[in-house]
């Protein structure tokens, strides 16, 4: 019996693995399509509007070289992933208790619903010129007394609390409406049962109903992410911007430099991939060490 079933445990492992690759090489298909057109349409010196996969290539090859004068591709990368984590932090600190409580008391919702459906649909974007107007391009360098670090080239000087508090806007509501969807979908059978065993509110709504209301808080939070990365690429390439890949973007197609701009666009697609990729491997953790604690 032993044998069977660990047998049967190198089985599915090893079917996991190949459907797992099988997947990646899919996945791939279609970028090598594209890659292929691209360099069939760029070869043979005919570079009319798209530079070659080579010259992008060799951009992306040297991430910590000096583009433009404006710093490289790693540091404006940096900027707009640091941003992002600050804005989408306090987001989840905001969203998923304001999720829980809306999605366990109804008083809550009723109190809380009106002002989330009518500030929702408001795009972050558009909030950009109140965030300037309210906080004035300070940056946390000034709000922490850091005067000596202002003339210097320090990621401090590029939080501004304009485009965190924008970056908030974006990623809260996806992270609100995700948890209070997954508490509501509870099944009641199962805060049935808890009752019956003797678990109190507390008791149930931390053993029950939040782990049940995982996989929704974590599709809130994904989506809440890529809500946020796009915020950022767009804030950075409005003007008034001076950093951060949006920004390197929008530069370097102001000087004709479409090597540089198609180069920060891939980092833009790579980095909202492994956010989401991230995520969902954290959301698939937590669904495991679940079925473990059972």
Same mark, same amino acid.
Request: net charge positive; with cysteine.
């Given at each position: 019996?032993?044998?069977?079933?660990?047998?049967?445990?190198? !089985?599915?492992?090893?079917?996991?693995?190949?459907?797992?690759?099988?997947?990646?090489?899919?996945?791939?298909? #279609?970028?090598?399509?594209?890659?292929?057109?691209?360099?069939? !349409?760029?070869?043979?010196?005919?570079?009319?509007?798209?530079?070659?996969?080579?010259?992008?290539?060799? *951009?992306?090859?040297?991430?910590?070289?000096?583009?433009?004068?404006?710093?490289?591709?790693?540091?404006?990368?940096? &900027?707009?992933?640091?941003?992002?984590?600050?804005?989408? !932090?306090?987001?989840? #600190?905001?969203?998923?208790?304001?999720?829980?409580?809306?999605?366990?008391?109804?008083?809550?919702? $009723?109190?809380?619903?009106?002002?989330?459906?009518?500030?929702?649909?408001?795009?972050?974007?558009?909030?950009?010129?109140?965030? /300037?107007? &309210?906080?004035?391009? $300070?940056?946390?360098?000034?709000?922490?007394?850091?005067?000596?670090?202002? =003339?210097?080239?320090? +990621?401090?000087? @590029?939080?501004?609390?304009?485009?965190?508090?924008?970056?908030?806007?974006?990623?809260?509501?996806?992270?609100?409406?995700?948890?209070?969807?997954?508490?509501?979908?509870?099944?009641?059978?199962?805060? @049935?049962?808890? %009752?019956?065993?003797?678990?109190?509110?507390? #008791?149930?709504?931390?053993?029950? *109903?939040?782990?049940?209301?995982?996989?929704?808080?974590?599709?809130?939070?994904?989506?809440?992410?890529?809500?946020?990365?796009? &915020?950022?690429?767009?804030? @950075?390439?409005?003007?008034?911007?001076?950093?951060?890949?949006? =920004?390197? +973007? %929008? =530069? !370097?197609?102001?000087?004709?430099?479409?090597?540089?701009?198609?180069?920060?666009?891939?980092?833009?697609?790579? /980095?909202?991939?492994?956010?989401?990729?991230?995520?969902?491997?954290?959301?698939?953790?937590?669904?495991?060490?679940?079925?473990?604690?059972?």
């Amino acid at each position: 019996m032993k044998r069977t079933a660990a047998a049967t445990k190198g !089985s599915l492992l090893s079917r996991g693995l190949s459907g797992g690759f099988a997947g990646v090489l899919q996945g791939l298909l #279609l970028p090598a399509l594209l890659l292929l057109v691209w360099t069939l !349409s760029t070869g043979g010196g005919r570079e009319t509007l798209f530079p070659s996969p080579g010259r992008v290539f060799s *951009v992306l090859a040297h991430p910590a070289t000096d583009l433009l004068s404006q710093g490289s591709i790693a540091w404006s990368a940096f &900027v707009s992933v640091s941003r992002v984590m600050v804005g989408f !932090s306090i987001a989840v #600190l905001a969203g998923i208790p304001l999720g829980l409580l809306m999605g366990a008391y109804g008083c809550f919702r $009723r109190f809380l619903s009106l002002i989330v459906e009518m500030a929702r649909p408001l795009s972050a974007i558009a909030l950009l010129p109140l965030s /300037i107007m &309210v906080f004035r391009a $300070r940056t946390l360098t000034q709000v922490l007394g850091l005067e000596e670090l202002v =003339y210097r080239r320090h +990621i401090l000087n @590029e939080l501004q609390l304009g485009m965190v508090f924008i970056l908030f806007w974006g990623g809260v509501f996806p992270i609100i409406l995700g948890t209070m969807q997954g508490v509501r979908s509870v099944r009641k059978l199962h805060l @049935e049962a808890a %009752r019956i065993l003797g678990a109190g509110k507390l #008791l149930t709504f931390t053993r029950v *109903v939040v782990p049940s209301a995982l996989p929704d808080i974590f599709h809130g939070l994904r989506m809440g992410i890529g809500r946020c990365w796009m &915020v950022i690429v767009a804030a @950075e390439m409005l003007p008034g911007a001076n950093s951060g890949i949006g =920004y390197m +973007i %929008r =530069y !370097s197609y102001q000087l004709s430099r479409y090597d540089v701009m198609l180069a920060s666009i891939m980092v833009v697609a790579l /980095i909202g991939a492994l956010f989401s990729r991230g995520l969902e491997a954290l959301g698939e953790g937590s669904l495991v060490l679940r079925s473990r604690e059972r």
